[in-house]
């Protein structure tokens, strides 16, 4: 059975501080893979998207940046927070290829910037 | 990219009541259109989808409707639970997924 860890479960980092989320998928080999941020109560806003090791796309620019260094690894990283980071991180997966599967999403990290 | 709209934002029903939430979108091209739950504290997860090759599809309580030409779709829940209230969020696909902005559904006893 495919599994989807993230961590950490949660961070409280400071204004200007660096930050590294991670996330990884256990039991399926090549697997899109993606990263949604959530403001409280908010909308799933994707910000990257990946179909293959080392090829990530950025969505939405945030002054975040993602890799996929491995095949079963994403991560989602900034050198210096904003305060508008803050809100609920998800990663999520789904099938390769170009038919549209389910997203199996991980339970995510709650950021909170000060 | 695609835009989908999801509306009501908040929609509070009586139990055993009938809810519905509609969206729309603008990619024709868009073939792959699934719902999600999240309860609060929680990550999204899908409890029903629906092809472009289906009008219409039912799990239980929930069913959902595609009209293709309107590029509208919807899902209704009927016989409304307390255990239903959540946010919910619509999306459509094509090779990429968008979401609408979630409709939070309050089911009062």
């Known amino acids: 059975a495919q599994t989807i860890h993230q961590w950490p479960v949660a961070e409280i980092k400071a204004v200007g501080s660096p930050l590294s989320l991670g996330c990884t998928i256990k039991?399926?080999?090549?697997?899109?893979l993606y990263w949604y941020w959530q403001a409280t109560g908010g909308t799933l806003q994707q910000l990257f998207y990946?179909?293959?090791?080392?090829?990530v796309e950025s969505v939405v620019q945030l002054n975040l940046s993602a890799s996929r260094p491995k095949d079963d690894q994403f991560i989602l990283s900034t050198e210096k927070l904003l305060l508008s980071h803050s809100g609920f991180y998800l990663c999520a997966w789904s099938l390769g290829g170009n038919s549209n599967e389910r997203l199996f999403f991980g339970h995510g990290t709650k950021l909170s910037v000060l | 990219g695609e835009q989908v709209e999801q509306l009501p934002s908040i929609l509070r029903v009586q139990e055993g009541s009938s809810a519905s939430i509609n969206c729309s979108y603008e990619d024709s091209a868009s073939n792959y259109f699934p719902w999600y739950k999240q309860e609060p504290g929680e990550n999204p997860k899908l409890i029903i989808d629906i092809r472009s090759n289906m009008e219409r599809k039912q799990i239980q309580e929930l069913i959902v409707l595609l009209d293709k030409k309107a590029k509208r779709f919807s899902l209704h829940i009927t016989d409304t639970q307390p255990g239903d209230s959540a946010m919910y969020f619509c999306a459509a696909s094509d090779n990429r997924i968008f979401f609408g902005d979630g409709t939070q559904l309050v089911v009062k006893p």
């Open positions: 990946s179909i293959t090791v080392g090829q």
């Open positions: 039991g399926k080999s090549s697997p899109n």
